[in-house]
């Protein structure tokens, strides 16, 4: 997303306060580009669904909300997230209006994905779109 | 700031917010797409930080460690799993 275009955007005022208001602003800095499969996979092993917990030989251990309030800086309270899935007509119509998609584009996202998936590459142009849109607008 | 232009930021926004949660929190094994279905919270946008997004979160990965018969290695389930080390 971060690009010489976008990046006038990222850095406005208005934009960091709208994303610190969301709570979620904090996963723009949290990424591993190092990722250890080898230690990954030595945990998934040992992964028990019964428990939800690791299995380790000096005994159990889990990741627990406290974990990833510490470290993702996420909020664990309020609403309870729930949801079905949804259909792709759902989903279509959701980026249609959310998301001011084209409704062709929208299709063509959730038939590609066969599901009510979009790409990343999509939202990528039509984030570069809409900045394009809102500054025709503007000048 | 005019009506079309709020609703053309708001939308910004929100494709911004689905893309984040879609590589960070809610990754999936195809790692190039998200599920729209997290456009639900994304609706209202003074709303987004009433939700238990940590609960979400930790609920994703108890069932992504489930599903974890083969590589399925999320960004965060690193994250996290580095911690218990």
Redesign the interface.
Known sequence: ?HDNDTTP?MVARWWRH??Q????SW??D???SL???G???A??ER?H?ET?S?HLPFGE?T???K???C??H????????S?E??TRDD?VE??VE???SNPGEALVE?TR?K???????Y??R??KD??L??LA??T | M?Q??R???D???????????????FTNK?T??????Y?????D??L???????????AH??RE??K?TR???S???????????
């Open positions: 997303m955007i709208r994303l208001d969301t709570d979620l996963l723009q949290t990424s591993y990722i250890d499969h230690l990954i996979c945990f998934v992964w669904e939800s690791f251990m990741v627990t909300l974990d990833v309030s470290l993702l996420l909020p664990i309270d309020g609403m309870l997230q949801h899935a949804i989903a959701w980026m959310y998301l001011g959730v994905t599901g009510a998936h979009c790409r990343f590459s939202l990528r039509i984030f809409r900045m849109e809102k607008l503007e | 005019t079309e232009v609703r053309l930021w939308q910004v926004v929100r494709i911004y917010l689905l893309y984040l949660v879609g590589i960070t929190l195809s190039t797409v998200v599920d729209v279905v456009l639900r919270y994304f609706r946008l003074d987004v930080d009433g939700y238990s997004w940590g609960a979400a979160a930790l990965l108890y460690l489930n974890a590589w399925n290695c960004k965060v389930s690193e994250y996290l799993t580095l911690l218990q080390v």
